[in-house]
Antibody, heavy 125, light 111 residues
Framework: QVQLQESGPGLVKPSETLSLTCSVSGGSIDRRSYFWGWIRQPPGKGLEWIGSIYYNGSSYYNPSLKSRVALSSDTSTNQFSLRLTSVTAADTAVYYC?????????????????WGQGTTVTVSS | QSVLTQPPSVSGAPGQRVTISCTGNSSNIGAPYDVHWYQQLPGRAPKLLIYGDNYRPSGVPDRFSGSKSGTSASLAIAGLQAEDEAEYYCQSYDRSLSGHVFGSGTNVTVL
């Protein structure tokens, strides 16, 4: 059974870079059927897709965050990572990593079938 | 403001049937891209409830069902139980926004 676990600093200063890692166990991130994504949820608000990465490194990003986001993956450690630059208080949220898959094997039809427990990141000086 | 519109809240008595709508447009649900539904209990990560418009993952009770027509989708919960109190989100892809999008969320209350 695949499990995902986010890790990283819980507090980041404004204008600095937020870096999170998602460790995957019970399955390999280089399986071709899956994308691996990041989603966030500001306090008391809804879910926002940040971006997704494929086993070969291909990435898709939310256009509203694209200029500040970079995803990477490391098959040797079975982890994928998120970097978000120039953070502000608006980036304060619970950040989730998730496995993406769909019955129709195309990224546009994918949902998030396995989620990490989430990690809270606060942007504050 | 989400491109997928859900009612802020729905409620029902135990045993009743409730439905949650998710209204989009021709760039997302009507494109047509698959719609997925998630249940989020307080303080917990979201859980996939319905995928591919109307398929249930293993372990999800058959009280939950999904449907789609045109530019809208719906989640139905039959035989409402106290444990169903949660926030529910729909999700699809939007080609105009070039990304995955979530609905605004619906809070389900069991009276």
């Amino acid at each position: 059974q695949v499990q995902l676990q986010e890790s990283g600093p819980g507090l980041v200063k404004p204008s600095e870079t937020l870096s999170l890692t998602c460790s995957v166990s019970g399955g390999s991130i280089d399986r071709r059927s899956y994308f691996w994504g990041w989603i966030r949820q500001p306090p008391g608000k809804g879910l926002e897709w940040i971006g997704s990465i494929y086993y070969n490194g291909s990435s898709y990003y939310n256009p509203s965050l694209k200029s500040r986001v970079a995803l990477s993956s490391d098959t040797s450690t079975n982890q994928f990572s998120l970097r978000l630059t120039s953070v502000t208080a608006a980036d304060t949220a619970v950040y989730y990593c998730a496995r993406q898959w769909g019955r129709r094997l195309a990224f546009y039809h994918y949902g998030m079938d396995v989620w990490g427990q989430g990690t809270t990141v606060t942007v504050s000086s | 403001q989400s491109v997928l519109t859900q009612p802020p809240s729905v409620s029902g008595a135990p045993g009743q049937r409730v439905t949650i709508s998710c209204t989009g447009n021709s760039s997302n649900i009507g494109a047509p891209y698959d719609v997925h539904w998630y249940q989020q209990l307080p303080g917990r990560a979201p859980k996939l409830l319905i995928y591919g418009d109307n398929y249930r993952p293993s372990g999800v009770p058959d009280r939950f069902s999904g449907s789609k027509s045109g530019t809208s989708a719906s989640l139905a919960i039959a035989g409402l139980q106290a444990e169903d109190e949660a926030e529910y989100y729909c999700q699809s892809y939007d080609r105009s926004l070039s990304g995955h999008v979530f609905g605004s969320g619906t809070n389900v209350t069991v009276l």
